[in-house]
């Protein structure tokens, strides 16, 4: 595959003829923690080395020209004239700007290529990467002296608002606060966040990619926020301080939510065990317990699957492989749900065979090929000298 740091500058001199601002910002993966951003919880996030690339430059009048490295493609727009575009993925350069306009940042014509190697529909956060390395390139390149928190929150919410996709904070948080060798504990309603120690001595973070994306996905994303917020009002009315789904017990849970709707009551089991299991992750994390933190893992998925309902069956037999292999320490699906990655905790030493086995059964099983990523930690979203 190309280079796409190198990529996006070829083509930017060839096709502008000038030296660019060149922006990497990472992809992300979530060790644990998964459907809690928008229930205000925590999560476990790290930024990873695969990336979005963005090489810019201003323009004299108010033209936006971009380019899409990988896709052959260009749009053209003006920065007083903002349109949602069909193709797609101009949106996510254009959502920046619309966001920077309201909160009365001037941002002028500019010139733009982007590309990457963030694999799209894997549940590693393209489009997350994409807005952060264009609100980091524009801040950047307008001197728009914007701090870094700033930059997640206007990015999120260019997603929610523009692209029209209600994310949580997590993914624009970790590209941009990625830290190599660490996971970040984020706690998505004070946005606190601690660096957690990720340095497992002869371990992998594997990414099994079923290749599937089951339509459901987007609509059910929003299906279980209603179900989430529904049951935090049927709580309230008992316990009027509870304000999100991270502020009840399991205890309220049970007493105000096991004779409502099931599917109310799951839901809302899953996210407030999630929240007690992340934080009891961490100190695994901490004491160096990896095979506890595996099996939190597992546990998590088991949660997606039953309670929270965002499995599928070809993820659930991807975690079922993952355990029959004496090397691989936890696994469970990652991202939104109905098809995209397992996340796996893998011996290095056993790697080899472990995906030779794992992609094998899978494609006997299910008679689709699977994509298999090594991935590592890195840091987050940063200007290339």
Wanted: aromatic share 8%; glycine share 8%.
């Amino acid at each position: 595959m190309r280079d796409p740091q190198n990529l996006v500058k070829s083509i930017f001199l060839k096709t502008f003829n000038e030296e660019p601002v060149i922006v990497r910002s990472p992809g992300r993966v979530n060790l644990i923690g998964e459907h809690t951003d928008y229930n205000m919880g925590f999560v476990l996030p790290a930024a990873i080395n695969k990336a979005a690339y963005i090489a810019l430059t201003k323009r004299e009048d108010d033209k936006i020209f971009v380019v899409a490295a990988d896709l052959d493609e260009s749009y053209t727009t003006g920065v007083n004239n903002l349109t949602y575009s069909d193709k797609g993925w101009p949106n996510y350069v254009i959502c920046i700007v619309e966001q920077l306009q309201k909160i009365n940042k001037i941002v002028g014509g500019f010139n733009a290529v982007i590309s990457g190697d963030v694999p799209l529909g894997a549940g590693m956060s393209s489009s997350a990467a994409i807005e952060c390395a264009t609100i980091f390139g524009l801040n950047h390149v307008f001197n728009l002296e914007l701090e870094k928190m700033q930059m997640v929150k206007l990015a999120q919410k260019a997603e929610n608002e523009f692209v029209g996709v209600n994310c949580g904070i997590m993914d624009q948080f970790a590209s941009v606060f990625g830290k190599q060798g660490h996971v970040v504990k984020l706690d998505c309603r004070s946005l606190e966040y601690e660096y957690v120690p990720f340095e497992l001595e002869g371990i992998k973070i594997v990414l099994f990619d079923s290749m599937v994306k089951h339509s459901l996905a987007s609509s059910e994303y929003n299906v279980r926020t209603s179900q989430c917020g529904e049951g935090v009002s049927i709580i309230q009315q008992k316990y009027p301080e509870v304000k999100t789904l991270r502020d009840a017990t399991i205890e309220m849970v049970e007493e105000c939510l096991a004779n409502e709707s099931k599917d109310i009551y799951d839901r809302c089991k899953y996210v407030v065990e999630e929240n007690h299991r992340l934080l009891a992750a961490c100190e695994d994390l901490k004491e160096n317990k990896i095979a506890d933190f595996g099996q939190k893992m597992y546990e998590t998925h088991t949660g997606l699957s039953e309670l929270y309902e965002v499995s599928c069956p070809e993820l659930d037999f991807i975690v079922d492989c993952t355990k029959k292999e004496d090397g691989i320490l936890g696994a469970r699906m990652m991202g939104g749900g109905f098809g995209g990655c397992v996340i796996a905790l893998v011996k290095e030493d056993e790697l080899e065979g472990i995906v030779k086995r794992i992609k094998e059964a899978y494609f006997n099983k299910m008679n689709i090929g699977m994509n298999v990523y090594i991935t590592q930690i890195e840091n987050g979203t940063h200007i290339i000298d």
